[in-house]
Every structure is written in C-alpha cells, then in structure tokens.
C-alpha cells in the first residue's frame, strides 16, 4: 500500500491559487484545509473560491475544510507620504483621529485609543519589529511621542506591536463581526480569531456564532500575545483548536523564546486532545524558489515531530510562484519523518469522570491496542466528530477512519491528525455495520487481507449515542477496487 501522510497541510488562498487547476493541483499533493485570511480578503473573492473548492470536492471525493481567519485588533500605521526613512533618535509623534499622509515627524495610527494605553519607556514594534520606538509621552488624548531606537524604512499601513502594552481594544473588532457573519454565511468549517489575549475573547466569538448559526463552528485560538501563553489553561477550556502564529509572537517576545514555548503549546493542545497548527516561515523561500532551506525542511519536520495536527502555508500559497511544489515538498517533508519512534505523545489516561469518560476511556484503549497488535485502521461511527477529536490525539500508528451521516463533519475533521472521514448513512444492526465499514476500508486500500480493524461504536447503532463498544476484527476477502 503507498504511504498517505497523517500530519495536515492547512493553505493560505490569495492571487496565486485563483484557479480551479491549481486549487485541484494542490488537493492532489496533499491539501488538506485552506485558510481565508480575512486581512486581505474580498467578499466576492471568497465566494468563488469557496464554491471552487466545494465542486472539487464534490467531484473528486475530497473534504478539503475551509478556514476563515479573522484578523483581531491588528493595530496598523496609516499611508505614507512618499518614502520614509527614521533613524536612531529621532522624535516622532503616533497620532489619531483623523487620517492624514505620514512624514518622518508624524505618523498616522489606526488604534484611537493609543494615547490612553500607552505609557512612558512601553515600546512600539512596527513592521514585525524591523523598526523599534521607546514612548516618551502621551498627551492623553491624540498623540503619543516616541523616540526611534532601531531606525529604518517607514512602510505604509505596516503591522504594530505593543509587547508591553495593556491595550483596551476588544478581541472582535467590527471589521471581525463583518467577517464573522459572512463566514458563518459560508458555512466554513472553523474560525480562528487572532491576538486572543482571554477566555472572553473567545466566548464572544462563540456567542456571535451561535446567534448567526444553526450549526456550531468550531473555534481556533491563535496564540500570539505573551498574555495568551500566560491564560493558556483558561483558552484551552474555551477554544476547539490553537494555532501557534509565531510571527507576531516572536515580535511580542523575544524570539529566542518562541521554540520552547512552541513545544510547551502543542503538548498542552495534546492533553486537552484538541487540535493544534504550526503557522508562519515555514517555506518561506518558496515564495520566490523552487527549493526550501535546509533549515525550513528542518522546521516543517520538527513541528511535525513535536506533535502538530497540521502545518500551515501562508504567504508561500497565497501569494508565491509555486503554489503547488510546496505543498509537494511539505508532503514529502512530512511523510520522511512522521512514523520516526522519536516522536512521542503524552499518553496518560483519562482521568476525569465526566459525562464522557467511557467514550473518552474507549477512544484512549482503541489507540493503545490498536499500536499492540498493529492494527492497520480503527474506525468510528459518529455524528458530532467527537470520538475523532479523542483518538487523533492519542496519535496511533493506525489509520483513524471516520464515518458519518452529518456531511459538515467530513470537511471539519479534516484538520484532524490522521483522521480520513467517509460518507456513510446506512445504521443498521452492529454486524453489518461492521462489515460495511471494513469493506470500505478494504476498498479505499486502508486495510487488506489479514490485517487488524478496530471498529467502535455506539450501541444500539440506531440511537446515534456515544461510543460504548470496542472490536477487533481481522479482515478477511478484501477485493481491492481502487
């Protein structure tokens, strides 16, 4: 059987994947979510996209999973008048209220209440920190005056960074509430909301979901402010997935900080068995090359060997040449080393008897058994995904083979560590259940002849309840029709 990569692939759309053919071309390599980045997106733009991805799911069996990633309170300067160049010393004045054309003696900030945050000797990073400024002082109203401590070009409408500052914004912004309706209405799959600094932030996205869907969206928490490591174990509870967005938190923090606490933040998504996404620079250079660094190919496997769901592409799908050799690279990237034994996963058995502790206790067993006897697939019945979400972290050596008769949980589970879901809407009694699923496993060339299944499901199977039954069945008479 040919090797099929369990760590995900999520992409950025934009410019360079605007076609049907190289969209198909990506979900050939190995795509598996793409990405709405909601900084840069056209309503309209989306809606094409979306509905591109939709048929060539439909007509080639993929569930590729849609992503919108709402931007947060991204604090920006406003246009330049020509070019702008600052040097060490210099004073400059950040002001608000209304927009004007920046100079080198005053800039235009998109945060109006800066002035009232910012405080004596806080810095200002522009630019994911290329420029440096120390505040001076603030007149409490419009204008904070700063002074240039790493000088440089002064880019028009370039990101800002308050490391120390406590900003007062809210989480969701109304861009993000304009964005979040119109995803919903678009039916994607999950939402990441950026710069969540507490659990609140992410309730406020869950109830304007709830208000706006009669579905639940899962939620991503992208992790980018030191706030947001500080409250991990409060996001956690709240959130359906993190995403480790190491380019505005390696301006936050110092960036020599970032490995550890990238390690450090995809064990705790594994013991909250959720999932987590690497992000930012992973192939970089594949914007403009054909070749990653060798340092690049080493970052893709070592978040893959630290135990990631997915890692993710950004400027390098939506913007770069080769759109579709990278996602060949980090297939093949990911394929070399996912099945080294020097990745390990946290395997402590659930413990807390919540409504959920036999399923979560069966998922737990399914995952370890299934690593004993070397069995090639377990496969799932579920209606809400949830016995998915238990066993992808528990991160077996067998295929995880999900089948479901709610046709939104196909392309959700997607993200998901080695989970491959099916379409299937025939309960009928647990014998032939069985079968039909191991037959699907045979003819999809998951399992053959004289393998190991573990099959789980809820029992009686009509009833759609939670998981309460384990079995082992070898498979026998696999006819092969792929």
Known sequence: MFKRKKT???????????????????????????????????????????????????????????????????????????????????????ATGERFEGTKERVYMTYDKFPQDAKPGERILLD???????????????????RVIQGGPLRSKKGVNLPNTNISQPALTEKDIEDAIFAIKMEVDWMALSFVRHAEDLMQLEELISKHSAHKIPIIAKIEKPEAVENIDKIVAYCDGLMVARGDLGVEIPAEEVPLIQKQLVLRAKQARIP??????????MISSLTPTRAEVNDVANSVMDGADAVMLSGETSVGQYPVQVIKQMSNIIKSVEDSELIKVPQLPPHIRTKRFITKSICYHAANMANEIDAKAISTLTNSGYTAFQISAWRPSAHILVFSSNKRILTQLNLLWGVKAFFYDKFVSTDETIEDVNKIACQKGYVQEGDMLISLAAMPIQDKGMVNTLRVTEITGCNFEN
């Open 128 to 146: 994911d920190g290329k420029l440096i400024f120390e505040v001076v002082s603030s007149d409490l109203k419009s204008e904070v005056k700063a």
């Open 8 to 94: 995900k692939i999520v992409a950025t759309l934009g410019p360079a994947t605007s076609t049907k053919a190289v969209l198909k071309g990506m979900l050939d390599e190995g795509v598996d979510v793409f990405r709405i980045n909601f900084s840069h997106a056209d309503y309209k733009d989306v809606e094409e996209r979306i509905a591109m991805i939709r048929e060539l799911n439909d007509e080639f069996g993929y569930n590729a999973a849609i992503l919108g990633d709402l931007q947060g309170p991204k604090l920006r300067v406003g246009t330049m008048k020509g070019e702008v160049i600052v040097n060490e010393g210099d004073e400059i004045i950040f």
């Open 276 to 285: 987590v996404i690497i992000a930012t620079q992973m192939m970089e250079t």
